[in-house]
Structure formats: C-alpha cells, structure tokens
C-alpha cells in the first residue's frame, strides 16, 4: 500500500546547522507531497507542498524537492533556529486522506 | 483569519462512557476529515466527508461514527471508549476532496481512564 518512511529522530543540532530530515514514498500514482509542523501542544501546520515531479515547496527557509526518480522529498533548511524546534510530518495524498510517516523530532539547541 | 475549530480542546472520560468531539471547518471548506494521533504516533486517518456525504474510511472503529452537518460542521461520536482511545484527534477542512491543503485544528485531547 501506499506509505512515507522519514528518517528516525531525534535529530539534534546547533543553532545555524544544516538540516536534512529524509523522506521516502511509496505510492500506486502521482501524490502530492507535503511536510507539515507540530509544535508542542499544538495542531498539525503545512509548512510546504509539491504537488508534482520537479516541483520545489518552500517556506520559512525551507525547501523540499519532489523527486519522482527517487522518489524523495527530503526536507532542508540552511541555518536553522531555536525555534524550529518540533515534530516534522512527510505525508503524502493521492486525493484521499493524507498518509503521514512516522514524523521526526527537531531540537535546536543555541 | 478563520481556522478550523475543534471542541472541546480536552477531554476526560471513564471507560466505556461516550464522547462526541466537535469540528468547524474553515467557512467555504466543503471536505472535513477526521485524523486520530496516539502519544509519539503519527496522525492515522480516521473518516472523510464531503458536502455531507462520507467520502472516504480508514481505520475508524465501529464503536466510533461521525456525520457532517448542513452547516458543515462535523462531530466525531465514540461510544464505549477504552483505554486504548485515548488520543489526540485532529480535524482537518479543505476547499475539496483533492486535499491539496488540508488546514488543521489544534485538536481535542481525549483522555479515557
């Protein structure tokens, strides 16, 4: 069946590093691809999208690649802060219900 | 701006008592789905709705059930709850079924001792 596996945390880094969180796919058709944010207490929030091979989302400094030859999406961000501390959601949705991996914990420390 | 409203955001019950969570989606969301996150878990998809009709299932037990409103609010109504039920349940609105951006709730933490 369909499913997304990212890579297991916790993922600990210093203020201003470089972050990579992995995420695979496996999917019968052509999904749209998302990484969304869990900050402590609180709800799930897109933080960006790729809806086709090539497509690049960003936001806040991050960027994720939809890979179709791979079939990746990892997310990246070049210098990370304090408060990118959270849980991290690769998901994908091939226009049902979104699939999320596993998610990975983020903590940056100053 | 208008974001999804989840209902209560807590929520303490006994075993085998009944909880119905509520859900208001973003004004002009026709789709609602329903997501349970147990502690450390991903979010599981629960059900769908779309103009009121269900438009899709995943793992949602039969002791569970859900219906969308004329209005489009949705409740999630789960009956002879266990241990086991307790959770984070999220709620999420989008503009149609394609989920192309689904916007969460902050969702309603339900506690079953």
């Known amino acids: 069946g369909d499913s997304v596996t990212q890579m297991e945390g916790p993922v600990t880094l210093s203020e201003e590093a470089f972050l990579t969180i992995n995420c695979t796919y496996t999917?019968?058709?052509?999904?749209?691809l998302f990484w969304y944010v869990q900050y402590p207490g609180e709800g799930l929030q897109l933080l960006l999208k790729a809806t086709k091979a090539d497509d690049k989302g960003s936001n806040k400094g991050f960027e994720a690649t939809y890979r179709k030859e791979t079939t990746s999406f990892h997310l990246e961000k070049g210098s990370v802060q304090v408060s990118d501390s959270a849980v991290y959601f690769c998901a994908l949705s091939l226009a049902t219900a979104l699939i999320f991996g596993k998610g990975t914990t983020l903590s940056v420390s100053s | 701006a208008a974001g999804v409203i989840q209902s209560p955001r807590h929520l303490i019950k006994e075993k085998r008592e009944t909880a119905t969570l509520k859900c208001y989606p973003i004004p002009r969301h026709d789709t609602v789905y329903w997501y349970q996150q147990g502690p450390g878990q991903d979010p599981q998809f629960l059900i769908s709705f779309y103009e009121k009709m269900q438009s899709d299932k995943g793992s949602i037990p039969d002791r569970f059930s859900a219906q969308q409103f004329s209005d489009y609010h949705s409740e999630l109504n789960m009956s002879s709850l266990e241990l086991g039920d307790s959770a984070l349940y999220f709620c999420?609105?989008?503009?149609?079924?394609?989920?192309?951006?689904?916007?969460f709730g902050q969702g309603t933490r339900l506690t079953v001792v």
């Open positions: 999420a609105s989008s503009t149609d079924s394609s989920n192309t951006e689904a916007f």
């Open positions: 999917a019968t058709g052509y999904p749209s």
